[in-house]
């Protein structure tokens, strides 16, 4: 039986390229979008294996976009979905960390894995750095969005900014060393009291051992990530 997924994304494009990694693996996937978004009845949606919602948060206030998420959950049957998965912009733009922290504060304790790397769009983390192409995303053109304008490429600085719960890094040797080494290393982050852990990934190889380490957990994490990481649960859902 497959387990669902509640799939939390701040824009359509997003919401939509998120929820289509589920879909082209046959999961039956609902994308809902609107001004009430906030005032969703999860227990009309007990049939589709996936639920996209759109929240259309992106260029709202941190303030906002927070209570705006708190409110979603307000209505939240967690018997519902096995999975949440937060959808973000893949060059960080929005209000990630604040609404983070919302969801997490419904979670009882879980962790946040977050992969924002999309290395079929050239996206990668090496070092903590998020890299576009060939250059840190502060020195990108993308960077100086007029709406969403980004001064930091160190995913962990920015992190730290914006959410209140501690915030750790995993790089990149303990990522691809694979399950036993990366399960170490989030055991390790665990006992120092993080909350969300942030992974390096260039390959697609990485996306799906942060995955397999998040299935892993006796507890499901909030999975964070474009839409990279979105393929890999997707694939962890259906498995072959």
């Known amino acids: ?9 701040d824009d359509l494009t997003g919401g939509a390229d998120a929820g289509a990694q589920f879909a082209k693996r046959g999961l ?8 009430d978004n906030a005032r969703v009845d999860f227990s009309k949606y007990s049939q589709p294996d996936v639920l996209v919602i759109n929240t259309d948060s992106r260029g709202l206030s941190p303030e906002k976009a927070s209570s705006l998420i708190s409110n979603l959950f307000k209505n939240y049957d967690k018997e519902l ?14 209000n ?3 609404e983070i922290d919302a969801i997490l504060k419904k979670m009882n304790g879980s962790l946040c894995l977050m992969a924002p790397s999309y290395p079929e769009q050239n996206r990668r983390l090496v070092g903590g ?11 990108t053109e993308v960077a100086q969005n007029t709406t969403s304008p980004i001064q930091e490429s160190h995913v962990h600085k920015l992190l730290q900014r914006q959410s209140q719960n501690n915030v750790g890094w995993i790089d990149l040797t303990h990522v691809a060393s694979g399950s036993e080494g990366l399960r170490k290393a989030v055991e390790k982050e665990q006992k120092k009291g993080t909350r969300v852990i942030i992974f390096d990934a260039v390959s697609r190889q990485d996306l799906a051992n942060i995955a397999e380490v998040g299935f892993f957990l006796k507890k499901k994490p909030l999975f964070v990530g474009s839409a990279g990481l979105a393929e890999e649960v997707a694939k962890k859902i259906t498995p072959p």
Do not use: W
Request: glycine share 8%; aromatic share 8%.
């Open 1 to 9: 039986m497959n387990q669902r997924c509640l799939l939390i994304a």
């Open 28 to 35: 039956t996937t609902l994308l809902i979008f609107g001004k």
């Open 81 to 94: 979905f096995s999975i949440i998965y937060k959808k973000i912009d893949s060059t960080l733009r929005g």
């Open 96 to 98: 990630i960390g604040y």
């Open 129 to 139: 750095i998020l890299i576009v192409g060939e250059k840190p995303l502060a020195l």
